[in-house]
């Protein structure tokens, strides 16, 4: 076990445990090969607690805590965001951020040098993945507050679609249950001239939720 307290320390380790399985070591090759049974077989990389597995995991070897035993609340927005990138968007908005910026961190360890928790984000990934899904935001709240595309503001996640103008001689289905209708958003923000601005804040606003470190 190595008590870890940043990012560059755990990618080291595990980079060393790695390593040291490529030459025979006995324990960090029984380590990976816990890690790919539990986690990575592919009869198991899709269960929806495949997350908390590598969480437990990785809280074992570098001596860390995890979201299970530590109490969260929202910080202060001003800790995520500038005062310019505030202005651009409304309480709503802003409130989310903050929420999902709470519930993103899986592992925590002490910073002595800056006396405060830091937090990390763990994310799985899978080899071949045809889901659909938007994440930590809602998708009306990417658009919202961005003028002339009021055609996106009835769909919901996965169970809507809506026909929209994506050139002067040409309608489409947008929507958000298929790579094709997600592709025609992109169509209807380039045709209203809007792609640009919501690209702009949506990198604001994923930036505010993924304020520190993923892995």
């Known amino acids: 076990k190595v008590t870890a307290r940043d990012l560059p320390t755990i990618s080291k380790e595990i980079s060393k445990l790695f390593n040291s399985s490529r030459t025979g070591d006995r324990l960090s090759q029984t380590i990976l ?6 986690i990575n077989h592919p009869t198991v990389f899709k269960d929806n607690i495949t997350g908390k597995r590598i969480e437990q995991r990785l809280a ?4 860390l805590s995890t979201s299970d035993i530590l109490s969260k609340e929202n910080p202060d927005i001003k800790t995520l965001l500038s005062a310019d990138e505030i202005t ?20 925590f360890f002490f910073e002595s040098n800056n006396n405060r928790i830091y937090k990390l984000s763990i994310k799985s990934l899978v080899p071949d993945n045809k889901e659909i899904n ?31 103008n994506i050139s002067d001689t040409e309608t489409a289905k947008v929507g958000l249950g298929s790579s094709k ?3 025609n958003i992109i169509k209807y923000l380039k045709y209203k001239g809007k792609l640009e ?9 994923l930036r505010g939720v993924y304020k520190e470190d993923i892995l």
């Open 134 to 164: 938007c994440g930590a935001f809602e998708f009306q709240s990417t658009i919202k507050d961005i003028d002339d595309i009021d055609d996106l503001l009835n769909l919901q996640e996965r169970n809507r679609q809506v026909d929209v």
């Open 181 to 183: 209708q997600m592709g």
């Open 33 to 38: 090969f816990d890690f790919y049974m539990s």
């Open 197 to 205: 601005e919501y690209i702009f804040r949506f990198k604001i606003l």
């Open 88 to 107: 651009l968007f409304s309480k709503d908005v802003l409130d989310l951020v903050c929420s999902n910026y709470r519930e993103k961190g899986d592992l």
């Open 60 to 63: 074992e070897l570098f001596a």
